[in-house]
């Protein structure tokens, strides 16, 4: 897993190529990102070929850049405070010789600060936590809360590994449940989750499990209509892989029983090219969007929420029990937006269902 952003020269100051060549003060400016590089990291491996330069760094992750584009991509092994700490010192490096930071993550353009506080601050959105936490980790104190999950994370989270969940040995092949009906399936299905349910038990995870998708965010619907956070082992090779197997199976034959898993969704979108002043309307969006994401998160049927944002359109995809209910509880927040050109899609049913659009003046 990877998170990606970048930073720009803005468009109508960009230097273009001529017959295959970059004029010379755009390589002067490729020679002042190579400096400005090593001093955040001077043991940064670079390779440069013309107008392109490639790395690795320790501090600054993978590198892309050329005169008018710096790319930098994080893996997991930064953690979020080390990835946010390079994101600040490249800004502070690069900004000064013209460039713009970019975050797809958090729809939108970022800025160097050099105190803790204000620099944060622009991710609010990705910390799914009350008013009071964030202030608190902005402030470098760990919530209550943060610490309680952090211990749960140390006890019961070492019990949520593959071997606590091995699968069953008399699990049909693949290609008898292929050809299983529906019904055959279905009681598989249950067997499944009264096992995986009973190993939850004796494990003492239920807590652990609900924090796990209130903390992190991206969860994966159960048969029983549970949410799981979703991970790596999440596969075939456990209990758990196999309950999520045939309840696949059920829902591609769209059983009732299990219809429930395809969850409906909420879309909300704002397309800033639509306003006169984009880029205090893509600021504004941004507010609204961190404002959705702790609403949506206290709302009971909120399942994963998902941001996208690409060419000044910013979309908060929430999936959910119902979206009329969904969009009843947002509806404070969205009326105090309400000058923005906010679209709303609702989708009741699976994906490629039938779709309802509004928007906030409706």
């Known amino acids: 897993m990877s998170y990606d952003v970048f930073m720009e020269i803005p468009k109508a100051l960009r230097s273009r190529p001529k017959r295959g060549e970059y004029p010379p003060d755009a ?7 190579v400096a400005a590089l090593r001093r955040i990291d001077p043991q940064i491996e670079l390779a440069r070929d013309d107008a392109l330069v490639e790395g690795r760094s320790g501090v600054l992750g993978d590198v892309v850049a050329d005169p008018n584009r710096v790319s930098l991509r994080y893996t997991s ?8 700490q390079a994101m600040q010192r490249a800004l502070g490096e690069l900004e000064p010789l013209g460039f713009e930071g970019q975050d797809p993550q958090v729809g939108g353009r970022i800025r160097h600060f050099a105190e803790r506080a204000p620099f944060l601050r622009q991710f609010r959105s990705q910390i799914l936590c009350p008013d009071d936490e964030f202030e608190a980790w ?3 104190r760990e919530p209550a809360a943060w610490r309680h999950w952090r211990e749960l994370k140390e006890t019961a989270g070492t019990r949520y590994v593959p071997a606590s969940f ?3 040995p008399d699990m049909p092949d693949w290609q008898t449940l292929r050809d299983m009906d529906a019904e055959a399936l279905d009681r598989l299905l249950k067997r499944l989750i009264a096992h995986n349910d009973r190993r939850i038990e004796e494990l003492e ?6 924090q796990a998708r209130l903390r992190d965010g991206v969860s994966e619907r159960r048969g029983n209509g549970d949410w799981l956070p979703v991970t790596d082992w999440f596969t075939p090779g456990t209990s758990l892989g196999q309950e999520h197997e045939v309840m696949r199976r059920l829902i591609d034959r769209r059983w009732p029983a299990v219809i429930f898993d395809q969850p409906q969704q909420v879309t909300i979108e704002v397309d800033a090219n639509a306003s006169d002043d984009s880029a205090a309307c893509s600021a504004r969006t941004e ?20 941001g996208v944002w690409q060419d000044f359109v910013d979309r908060t995809e929430i999936e959910c029990e119902a979206p009329d209910t969904m969009l009843a509880g947002l509806a404070p927040i969205l009326e105090r937006y309400r000058d923005l050109p906010i679209r709303i899609i609702r989708r009741y049913g699976w994906l490629g269902a039938r779709e309802v659009e509004s928007t906030r003046s409706d």
């Not at 092994?77 to 946010?84: E, T, V």
């Not at 995870?205 to 609900?210: A, G, H, I, R, T």
């Not at 609204?288 to 929420?305: H, I, K, V």
């Open 27 to 33: 390589l002067e400016r490729l020679d002042q990102i």
């Open 77 to 84: 092994a930064f953690g979020y405070h080390g990835m946010l």
């Open 138 to 140: 902005l402030e470098g």
């Open 166 to 168: 091995p699968p069953l």
């Open 205 to 210: 995870l239920s807590e652990f499990l609900q």
């Open 287 to 306: 507010a609204m969007r961190s404002e959705l994401w702790q609403a949506a998160r206290a709302l009971p049927g909120c399942g994963t929420l998902r």
